[in-house]
């Protein structure tokens, strides 16, 4: 069964890359790709995930933004293009290298790409929120998500994470889940990449 990526509470972590102030009037779709990372991270602590957060260069871009929900998180500076700087390493480590990360954030072709591919060097599972993830320009982020995909990345939504990581309506955490499916995802207009697929 190994290699079908199907997500599990019990060995996964959130990713939450660069949501900063700054890029809010030029990332196509921010406020839904934000929106639906919110709803990722709330799971994640009702389900016990540990979640990263990161921001590039906060200095020039500015702060994570509120309405991700992350106060309280400790969010890591970086310059580089990728997450995995030395300081998210050693998290990983301290979390027993988590073998699935689920991934969202900005942008697709440059941080989430990076990120990505380190990732699946290091053997861990990638499963880009697809819903959750963008660029300034719809072609980059689609190409992206396509290039990523064929580089062995798992493609998903944020509303099938939710309920792949309960799996039954049974789950003692269902109901809490279940609040935040009430509403659709909104819509980050994606359809125009299955053409791409």
Do not use: W
Not at 7 to 16: E, G, I, Q, R
Not at 168 to 186: G, M, V, Y
């Amino acid at each position: 069964m190994a290699g079908i990526g199907r997500l599990s509470t019990n060995d996964s972590v959130l990713l939450l890359c660069d949501m900063q102030e700054k890029f809010r009037p030029n990332i196509f779709q921010f406020t839904n790709i934000v929106s639906n990372a919110a709803r990722l991270l709330q799971a994640s602590r009702v389900l016990g995930i540990p979640s990263i957060l990161t921001e590039q260069y906060p200095k020039g871009l500015g702060p994570t933004v509120p309405e991700l929900g992350a106060e309280g998180m400790t969010a890591h500076a970086k310059t580089r293009f990728t997450m995995m700087i030395d300081v998210v390493e050693k998290e990983l480590q301290d979390l027993g290298n988590p073998k699935q990360a689920i991934l969202c954030g900005i942008e697709a072709h440059a941080c989430i790409a990076c990120t990505t591919f380190d990732l699946l060097e290091k053997g861990m599972e990638v499963h880009i929120v697809v819903d959750a993830v963008s660029s300034r320009s719809q072609t980059d982020r689609l190409f992206a998500l396509s290039r990523l995909k064929q580089s062995g990345a798992y493609l998903t939504t944020t509303e099938a994470v939710l309920l792949q990581l309960v799996q039954d309506a049974k789950h003692p955490n269902f109901k809490e889940i279940q609040r935040l499916l009430t509403h659709p995802s909104p819509d980050t207009d994606l359809l125009g990449f299955i053409g791409a697929l």
